[in-house]
């Protein structure tokens, strides 16, 4: 539909205003021009202190004033500088006072950008199509391992970072660095060849790293071949490139994503230098204890066995032997102090009865005893004495001499 | 005669790694837990234990990170840049 500026009938004057609204809203109204991305180089580039960024997009043949409010470019993660060839995102409008249309800018991107991100959509549909990021692929990561392979930039901050996590959380592991570039055209076939020797070392886990940067820097790992060698490592594997907000595709083909290099290191030492020493305390308390358990066992068991032993000792025999003997020699004293009592008892009964058989009593009732006196023989019968013999006669109170005068 | 044998494959403390003497340690603890060793054996394996828990600890103070690189088949020396 064409707008009748002039129209035959009646001829009409516009001031400048009114013409300037009315292409404004012939601009306006035209979706493409308010919804479009505009490809150039940038010139004449200027940020005054109102935080506002003023720039003229151009090509080989013409040019647009463009400006991009304050509020957008906060949320702009990309430095400007005259002369970058970028695409601008926004819509086309009119700045009244100076009469010029120009570009409002909403989103800048480096030229290229739009087509790395639809072959990485396109990558990722692909391979995720093909299984290569199933979560069931995942493979869990060694908790304690004892070689971690790294496969990075020998020469960038993202190493060093790795090396003191590790160094800090576990340095008993054996480290194995490929290394590699981690941008540019030789980047990709090298990390795979770095990745396929890594595992030909057969360490227990794989680290991919890099440092930050922009996409076309993290490029590499988004590269089909780089992708597919993750995916086929037959150790576990954990990728961490670029920071928090960097996602590659090598993340998904990771059995783990880690947000930065860093992370990527806590994450192959679960188990640190502090768990092993707390562990080994564990230890060290249950070996004293199990042994001090045991030696107080063997001392009760020994105690024990003393007390069976000192009952079953002879020493136990010899003291009731003792008694036995003490019990025998006062059964014995007892009847010798018997047979002794009988012996006095028998001697005195025959004390008295040799008392009443003395010839004392016999003399006491008149009779003599007669002894010869040359022999002392006692005469009992008369022709135990001739006459003139001398002889003794005992009577009870003493004896007297005498001489047989006749028979 | 099979207890001579067991002492002569034991190796020195200090030549195990942590792994090792780690390894070792925890089948000792597990033996004198069992309760099943002679008061005898139970002191050798406690002395054992300990110079293998001293080993152990020796390892986690006085660790370095070992780093080597990997070149096609070849592992080499790596040296940090000091920074």
Redesign the interface.
């Known amino acids: 539909m064409q707008p009748s500026l002039f129209p035959e009938p009646t001829p009409q004057t516009y001031t400048v205003s009114k013409l300037t609204f009315f292409i404004r809203k012939l601009l306006e109204e035209n979706e493409t021009l308010q919804d479009v991305w505009v490809q150039g180089e940038i010139s004449n580039l200027s940020r005054p202190a109102s935080g506002h960024i003023y720039f003229t997009l151009k090509d080989a043949n013409a040019a647009l004033k463009s400006v991009m409010w304050k509020l957008s470019a906060q949320r702009l993660n990309l430095s400007l500088r005259d002369g970058m060839a970028v695409e601008v995102h926004g819509k086309i409008g009119i700045y009244e006072p100076q009469g010029v249309y120009q570009l409002y800018a909403d989103q800048i991107r480096p030229v290229g950008e739009g087509a790395l991100y639809q072959e990485f959509m396109r990558l990722k549909a692909m391979l995720e199509a093909e299984g290569l990021f199933d979560p069931e692929r995942k493979r869990p990561i060694p908790e304690l391992p004892h070689k971690i392979g790294i496969v990075t930039s020998a020469t960038g901050a993202a190493l060093r970072d790795m090396l003191n996590t590790l160094k800090r959380r576990l340095p008993l592991v054996e480290v194995i660095l490929a290394p590699s570039p981690v941008q540019g055209t030789e980047a990709p076939t090298a990390l795979v060849k770095a990745i396929q020797a890594l595992n030909r070392q057969k360490p227990d886990v794989i680290i991919i790293a890099r440092g930050g940067g922009s996409i076309e820097d993290l490029w590499a790992f988004n590269d089909e071949r780089v992708v597919r060698a993750v995916a086929g490592s037959q150790t576990p594997s954990i990728c961490g490139v670029g920071h928090e907000t960097d996602f590659t595709l090598c993340d998904f083909a990771a059995d783990l994503r880690a947000p930065t290099p860093t992370a990527a290191a806590e994450l192959a030492t679960q188990i640190t230098r502090l768990d092993l020493q707390a562990e080994l305390q564990t230890y060290k308390t249950r070996l004293a204890s199990s042994t001090l358990n045991l030696v107080a066992e063997q001392k009760s068991l020994l105690s024990s066995l003393n007390a069976q032993l000192r009952y079953l000792s002879p020493a136990r025999l010899i003291q009731s032997e003792r008694q036995r003997v003490d019990e025998l020699t006062r059964r014995a004293l007892m009847s010798v102090l018997y047979r002794v009592n009988l012996q006095k008892n028998h001697f005195e009964g025959t004390q008295k009865r040799l008392e009443a058989l003395s010839p004392l009593a016999v003399l006491a009732r008149g009779y003599a005893v007669v002894t010869r006196k040359a022999d002392g023989g006692v005469v009992a019968r008369v022709a135990e004495v001739k006459p003139g013999q001398q002889i003794q006669v005992r009577v009870a109170d003493g004896q007297f001499e005498a001489e047989v005068s006749d028979q | 005669m099979p207890k001579a044998s067991t002492k002569k494959t034991e190796k020195n403390a200090e030549e195990l790694s942590?792994?090792e003497a780690?390894a070792e340690?925890?089948q000792?603890?597990s033996a004198?837990?069992s309760?099943q060793?002679q008061?005898e054996d139970?002191?050798r394996?406690?002395e054992r234990?300990?110079a293998l828990?001293a080993r152990?600890?020796v390892?986690?103070e006085a660790?370095?990170?070992?780093?080597?690189?990997?070149?096609?088949?070849e592992?080499l020396a790596?040296e940090?840049?000091s920074?």
């Open positions: 942590y792994e780690l340690l925890e000792i603890v004198l837990e309760e060793s008061l139970a002191i394996l406690f234990g300990q828990a152990c600890g390892l986690l660790a370095e990170l070992k780093v080597k690189q990997v070149v096609g088949d592992v790596f940090e840049e920074e």
